[in-house]
């Protein structure tokens, strides 16, 4: 590789025209709300809408025979073992048909008809629900939905496209693998859009790169994930006031299952301690998605009154606080959050102690963030009713208990194998708490699924090139040592091209860290760092105009 390639190239993503180009189009983009919900109509057009702001974008940079497509999403897809039930449709969630009539993926490729190999660049245009507006505090950020998750990978497309084009025009040399670009919908909730994408595209030859938010290191493997439904029914009138004790119950067994998990599993590219999470998403009132950590849970007891609730308080105190020490020291919580927050409160005239338990949210597969909520509160719930105060009171209008959350895991593990642990646990948790209350187990009508998202574990091809020439761009680029390839701590589409191509490589701007939260930002450099790389490692070997 050339020093006159690396040189403009670093010119170019420091180039402030190009950053502001980059932030207009991330704004325009983000404006639109694609976050999964009811609305298909509302989907649906603003979905077009961002299709067509990328094609305007990018039309200047296009040759004159460059063509674009939509490629829709096939009821057949329910067949498939990687479908999704689209969750977020409501009453239509079960006619596939219906959900995805007049949507599509976009496809373009500016080089249509040249046979061989080819790299493809891949980003999702949908987010997870709210939708956040989006704001620039700065003129080098970003802040809203989709900033970090995935609408800052669409603009890097579009990028690599300005880059390529410019460096063609200046010095008639074109990529030796055309480049070609796939904009998926309902990545969020499965995959759905490349699952009906890649039934109309010969994957053989492909060489994908998959913008995900992934600090701007390349992973040509990725941790696996299914999201769990466990939902409790507690008909039984031992068991009516007793609801948070069964979730108690069930959660600690799963979270025991978990770390079971994470001790047998093992491969080269993950760390198993990190990447094989569990996540408690969302109970009752609290929590917003199956995959973001759960980041506050409030709990109250009541106490009968007599004068004595300064003494339960300190001995309450006393019970939560070491209970949280004991379960970090042996490792079954981490905590980088402050403490519980234990006070006295007046609630109609009745007295309660009232806990407020506090992690830092975020994505399933975020290493930086702690115990999610509810796994700390199932452990606090349990400790208070072994020290005599029982279950803490439910909260109105939730009959039914529903744990949503994600389970994480490696290539040596296979989706039947998470699945059939999980359901062990679930129903052991569930004999648990039938045990403990001494009730029959089918006084709890319980049931565990995994609808939601169920994405497998993949591991590239060793020779794959994709990763190889990311890796040696960045030496290239930043003037230091290539990157290790590792494994990729969260789940995306990867894994569906991953099923057609022995060469898939997640690799994108921003930090999964801060996507699916309310803190989601980029910092808009990282996205002509991430364009810079790509157009490196596809020009490596590169040729004149053909």
Not at 426 to 455: M, P, Q, W
Request: glycine share 10%.
């Amino acid at each position: 590789m050339t020093s006159e390639l690396v040189t403009w190239l670093n010119e170019r993503r420091q180039n402030f025209e190009l950053r502001d180009w980059a932030g207009d189009l991330l704004w325009a983009l983000c404006q639109e709300d694609t976050s999964l919900g009811e609305d298909l109509e509302r989907l649906r057009r603003n979905e077009q809408r961002c299709f067509e702001l990328l094609h305007d974008a990018m039309g200047e940079d296009l040759p004159a025979g460059a063509e674009q497509a939509g490629l829709p999403v096939p009821g057949e897809i329910a067949e498939d073992p990687y479908f999704t039930q689209p969750y977020y449709a409501g009453e239509l969630a079960g006619d596939v048909e219906a959900v995805y009539r007049e949507r599509h993926n976009w496809w373009l490729d500016p080089q249509p008809g040249e046979p061989g190999d080819y790299w493809l660049l891949n980003a999702h245009v949908d987010t997870v629900p709210p939708h956040i507006p989006p704001s620039r505090p700065s003129p080098e950020r970003m802040n809203g939905r989709g900033t970090a998750d995935d609408k800052n990978g669409l603009v890097a497309m579009a990028l690599v496209q300005k880059l390529l084009h410019q460096w063609h025009q200046q010095h008639g040399e074109r990529p030796a693998w055309p480049v070609r670009y796939l904009v998926s919908i309902d990545e969020e909730m499965g995959g759905n859009g490349t699952l009906g994408a890649v039934r109309q595209l010969d994957l053989a030859q492909a060489h994908i790169v998959v913008a995900e938010p992934s600090s701007l290191l390349p992973y040509p493997a990725n941790r696996g994930a299914v999201w769990f439904a466990a939902r409790l029914a507690t008909g039984h009138p031992v068991l009516q006031q007793r609801r948070y004790g069964v979730f108690a119950f069930v959660a600690q067994a799963l979270m025991a299952a978990g770390r079971t998990l994470r001790e047998e599993s093992e491969h080269p590219m993950f760390n198993a301690h990190k990447d094989a999470q569990t996540c408690f998403g969302m109970l009752g009132p609290f929590g917003l998605h199956p995959s973001s950590a759960c980041d506050e849970v409030t709990l109250r007891w009541a106490l009968p009154g007599g004068g004595a609730e300064t003494e339960e308080l300190e001995r309450a105190e006393q019970v939560i606080q070491s209970t949280m020490a004991s379960a970090i020291l042996n490792g079954h919580l981490s905590h980088d959050t402050r403490d519980p927050e234990i006070q006295l409160v007046e609630v109609q005239g009745r007295c309660f102690i009232e806990v407020t338990i506090s992690a830092i949210g975020g994505h399933m597969g975020s290493h930086e963030r702690d115990s999610d909520a509810l796994a700390k509160a199932s452990g606090i719930i349990l400790a208070m009713m072994d020290a005599g105060w029982g279950e803490p009171e439910w909260p109105q209008g939730y009959d039914e208990i529903v744990l949503e959350g994600g389970q994480g895991f490696l290539p040596d593990r296979s989706l039947a194998d998470l699945q059939h642990r999980m359901r062990a646990a679930f129903k052991d948790g569930v004999a648990r708490a039938a045990l403990h209350y001494g009730v029959d187990e089918s006084a709890i009508d319980a049931e565990i699924t995994f609808d939601k998202l169920h994405n497998a574990a993949f591991c590239s091809a060793e020779d794959a090139p994709g990763g190889q020439r990311l890796r040696s761009a960045l030496a290239s680029l930043n003037g230091g040592e290539a990157p290790s390839l590792k494994g990729w701590k969260a789940s995306c589409d990867a894994r569906i091209f991953a099923r057609h191509c022995p060469d898939v490589t997640t690799f994108g701007p921003g930090a999964l860290e801060v996507a699916h939260s309310n803190r989601e930002g980029i910092e808009l450099q990282d996205i002509l760092d991430m364009a810079a790389t790509v157009v490196h490692a596809v020009l490596q070997d590169r040729e004149g105009t053909r």
